[in-house]
């Protein structure tokens, strides 16, 4: 059964799509089959995986414009006869083994009424079936494409749509970025987790005779994925590093105590254990051990737009990519190093996840 993790936080501007699409892709490389969830009305995972098939994929003659995640669910929120139903979910592009469950600005339109159905607390049929559609259409490309691990990238928001998302995920990663506006969000969203599990165990029953009855179960905090800074001598600049500490002491005294009450933790040891997994000098604190950070990810401004240019993670770059993009001597010797960060670090973070998700369940 495939394993969902949800990059969840509500503040932007914290590279949820970014770190959703190179998660995806170093898990295939680690051997996995991967699904990538497009749950943000802004479609920017969509885009960045399908590349120069992005508009294709949506244009009005084409035969895959219906194939997205806003159009299988749509049916069931018209009230129409017609059951949610799988598609062939497109490859990224130079993707062997990441598919793609395609967004739709439409998406945000379904807002409204998955919040009057979690609202009524599935006393009304008409619209009993609408907190598990999402999760209907999911599983369906999951067993569809034998997914082992999905990832769903959402919209910075704690509306119903998000909460719905949460509450389908098996776990979640929260991404910051060193400003005071991330430290800042973790009391809130420590809130309203705390909400949403009470609502799903006070009223996730009422929807278990729908068509589409909501997952049971909880959503496990994964860790926090730290990105958008500066290095100085292969570590976070100095402000950067402070502000980075502050929201680390922030997770393990605050946010964590606030999830461990709700059950959306997993055990003590199998974060224990994915802390013994090495990180790059670039990507670790260097002052304390972090029981709950699964990595420091500095900013690879241009290297990032290699990537982009070329389809592809930052750490498939290869020669051929940086002789076309006219790269020579102490720049490409520059690049090719931070590709080779890029690429241990994102290694090791997805091997934590695969440790801290395994040790629970295996």
């Not at 009305?41 to 995640?69: K, M, P």
């Not at 241990?344 to 395994?358: E, G, L, N, P, Q």
Request: hydrophobic letters at 35%; glycine letters at 6%.
């Amino acid at each position: 059964m495939a394993k969902r993790i949800l990059l969840f936080n509500h503040k932007g501007g914290v590279g949820k799509t970014t770190s959703a699409y190179n998660i995806g892709w170093k898990l295939t490389q680690q051997g996995y089959r991967v699904l990538l969830v497009d749950g943000d009305s802004q479609v920017n995972l969509t885009a960045r995986s399908l590349g120069d098939r992005f508009e294709e994929h949506y244009d009005e003659q084409s035969d895959t414009r219906l194939n997205n995640i806003y159009d299988a669910v749509r049916p069931i929120f018209e009230g129409r006869p017609a059951p949610i139903e799988a598609f062939d979910c497109p490859l990224a592009e130079n993707g062997e083994r990441l598919f793609v469950l395609p967004g739709h600005p439409d998406l945000s339109s379904l807002e409204g009424q998955i919040s009057l159905a979690q609202e009524t607390r599935g006393t009304l049929s008409v619209t009993k079936n609408l907190p598990g559609a999402l999760h209907r259409i999911i599983s369906l490309e999951e067993e569809r494409h034998d997914i082992d691990y999905s990832i769903i990238d959402i919209n910075p928001g704690l509306g119903a749509l998000n909460q719905n998302f949460f509450m389908i995920s098996d776990s979640f990663i929260v991404p910051t970025n060193p400003d005071p506006f991330s430290l800042m969000s973790l009391k809130t969203l420590g809130l309203e987790i705390e909400k949403w599990v009470h609502w799903k165990e006070t009223f996730g029953g009422a929807f278990s005779d729908a068509t589409y009855p909501l997952p049971t179960g909880s959503t496990k905090f994964l860790g926090a994925l730290h990105s958008r800074f500066n290095r100085h001598k292969s570590k976070a600049a100095g402000r950067y590093h402070e502000r980075l500490s502050q929201i680390d002491d922030r997770i393990e005294t605050e946010f964590v105590p606030k999830l461990q009450p709700s059950g959306c933790l997993f055990s003590l040891e199998a974060y224990v254990q994915a802390a013994l997994i090495e990180l790059p000098e670039a990507a670790r604190d260097p002052d304390k051990d972090r029981l709950y950070a699964l990595a420091r990810i500095p900013d690879f401004a241009q290297v990032s737009h290699i990537a982009a240019e070329f389809g592809k993670p930052v750490f498939n770059i290869d020669d051929e990519d940086l002789k076309e993009a006219d790269l020579r001597g102490n720049v490409k010797s520059s690049v090719q190093e931070n590709i080779k960060t890029f690429d241990s670090i994102f290694d090791a973070v997805c091997t934590k996840i695969v440790t801290i998700i395994d040790h629970d369940n295996g």
